[in-house]
């Protein structure tokens, strides 16, 4: 199995991109919420990646966040969701409001996803509910530089309750960047 490709990104032609590592290029698909951020051609990158094999191809897939391969590995999981669905869903929609959604049981949200009809989004909901992170009312940067969630996240992990984590991030200014915001948030959650 493949699970992480370092090299330097040769061709990006969405979804595709092609990673030279040690002189062999590999085709890897991504979703838009991977494909955006990734640098310049000619520049190092490093994607983790999931393997598909098929017995007419090896298919590789790659995300640019550990959390966007579970959620892809958890989408293939349901049984009618194939990859190029599970990359249609994170192209259309960031692993928070995917696991918003589902928590929310909105299934009208996923039927925006081109490729999800009503059927299978009311089939994600049912099989995905608690399999992916929980998230909980935080307020989101307007412009997206300091997502809520991926504070509240770092806090948790850094062993701060969810109740805590909501308060700091409401105090942390939306115009920050994501580092920024998490210490922001750490200078709150330190005052007595």
Do not use: W
Request: hydrophobic share 45%; with cysteine; net charge positive.
């Amino acid at each position: 199995m493949i699970g992480r490709i370092q090299g330097v990104l040769v061709e990006k032609n969405f979804p595709l991109v092609i990673v030279s590592c040690n002189g062999v290029g590999y085709e890897i698909d991504v979703p838009m919420s991977t494909f955006y951020p990734l640098p310049r051609i000619g520049e190092e990158v490093t994607l983790l990646t999931h393997l598909v094999v098929r017995e007419d191809a090896h298919l590789l897939y790659g995300f640019i966040s550990a959390a966007e391969r579970a959620a892809f590995r958890q989408l293939l999981r349901i049984s009618g969701v194939g990859p190029k669905v599970a990359l249609s869903v994170l192209s259309g929609l960031s692993v928070d409001d995917l696991a918003e959604a589902v928590a929310s049981s909105d299934a009208a949200r996923l039927q925006k996803v081109p490729g999800i009809g009503k059927k299978t989004a009311e089939r994600l909901v049912l099989e995905l509910r608690d399999k992916l992170p929980k998230t909980i009312g935080v307020v989101r940067a307007a412009d997206g530089a300091a997502a809520g969630g991926d504070v509240v996240n770092a806090l948790l992990a850094l062993g701060y309750n969810e109740r805590e984590a909501a308060a700091a991030v409401k105090q942390v200014p939306s115009q920050l960047q994501l580092p920024d915001a998490i210490r922001h948030a750490l200078k709150h959650l330190a005052k007595p």
